[in-house]
């Protein structure tokens, strides 16, 4: 199942300190609640984020003395995701490079462009079409899927951005401290992910939602770190996944830097592109 890993690697796009600020105030609220807009306001960043997977696998197993359950833990080496977001357009293109994902043999680089809610994703070998690179997977059309759907609705990177109007009980203040040169605040408190999917505008609702599907923990940990205008400037997430027998861990670190930047994020023709968005359970239509 390494496309699903590919898939889940990419949507989750850490561990909270103990507080050594001010507790949680109105004030504070308001300043996490504010980033958001703040940060979309700068039109758009260039972002590099990592991604450190633990997997923890349960089996049955018989010993002498009758049946036991064994338990085994593995990490995952670190993923890098780099790329520009325009947070006004919903536009972006991503870099994965395939070795940190485990691809396939043959598997290049790993690109993905996001042109609204349309993913277009190309460099996973045994997927693509002979002439055609590129697969389309349109988000709209997956909304009421499950599995690997909704992960992939889970892809956005500007979903992180929306969860903070999840923020759930207090926030505290952690410190200063620099991001890529940057001067900041850095802050830690809980996003409740139900509640961001309720304060969600309409077209990020359903990225929200997607990603309440696939972690077990939807009172999530939380920290962001807000420069002197109020924008993120780095977010970390630590989301527990549960599938069958298989749970683990996912910590995510999210860094924006070099706001205003040019994104480059323009859709593949038609030529070049296979959608798949039916075989992941989408809609029919145009």
Known sequence: MRRLFVVTTLSLLVLVPAACGSSGST?????????????????????????????????????????????????????????????????????????????????????AILVGQVYYLKGL?????????????????????????????????????????????????AGKETVRGEKTTHYTFTVDLDKAAQLAPANRKSAIEAAAKTVANKSIPTEVWLDVKGRVRRF??????????????TNLTLEYFDFGTKVDATAPSAGETADFTQLLGGSAGG
């Open 27 to 111: 004030d504070l609220a308001k300043t996490i609640s504010d980033a958001p807009a703040k940060t979309a306001a700068a039109g758009s960043a260039k972002l590099e984020a990592t991604v450190v997977q633990t997997k923890t696998s349960s089996a049955p197993s018989t010993t002498a003395r009758g049946s036991a359950t064994t338990t085994s833990t593995v990490p995952s080496a670190p993923t890098k995701i780099t790329g520009a977001v325009d947070f006004k357009t919903g536009r972006g293109r991503f870099d994965v490079a395939a070795a940190s994902l485990g691809l396939p043999a043959g598997s290049g680089p790993l690109e």
């Open 125 to 173: 070998a045994g997927l693509s079409l002979p002439g055609k690179p590129w697969i389309k997977i349109d988000l709209t059309k997956l909304a009421n899927g499950g599995g690997v759907g909704a992960q992939l609705q889970s892809l956005d990177p500007n979903s992180y951005l929306v969860q903070l109007r999840g923020l759930s009980g207090a926030v505290h203040q």
């Open 236 to 249: 970390k997430q630590s989301v527990v996944l549960t599938s069958g027998v298989t749970s683990g861990t």
